[in-house]
């Protein structure tokens, strides 16, 4: 379909829309007219960009950090297995007194506070 048919069916359509619906019509049209402006100005930065050569040094620069620099957050089962485990082993060699004692001092078990 060329452009000249698609503008003229869709004249026709909107020509059959109540004010209402033509108002939403417009203000479609004037986002992606909107958006169209901001991409045409984006790829033209980018063009220039390129044809200046102002960040070429970037890529000639050395790589500072890897993916494996990326610290992975713990889960909420990661934290609780550590407590756990700490734990354990604090209390490996204990008997029933040191138990008590050792839980009494403990007044939370909160990730933070371990």
């Known amino acids: 379909m060329t452009r000249e048919i698609l503008m003229r069916n869709t004249m026709n359509s ?3 829309l109540p004010k209402e619906r033509l108002s939403e019509v417009a203000d479609f049209i004037d986002f992606i007219l909107a958006k169209e402006t901001e991409e045409n100005l984006q790829k033209g930065i980018e063009k220039l960009s390129e044809q200046s050569g102002s960040l070429h040094f970037l890529h000639e620069e050395e790589e500072l950090y890897s993916v494996s620099d990326i610290k992975k957050e ?20 204990m008997n ?11 007044q939370t078990l909160h990730p933070k506070s371990v």
Do not use: G
């Not at 889960?75 to 550590?82: A, M, Y």
């Open 74 to 93: 713990k889960t909420n089962v990661e934290i609780l297995r550590d407590i756990r485990n700490k734990i354990n082993l604090d209390i490996q060699d």
């Open 96 to 106: 029933f007194e040191e138990l008590k004692e050792y839980f009494a001092r403990r």
């Open 14 to 16: 909107l020509s059959r």
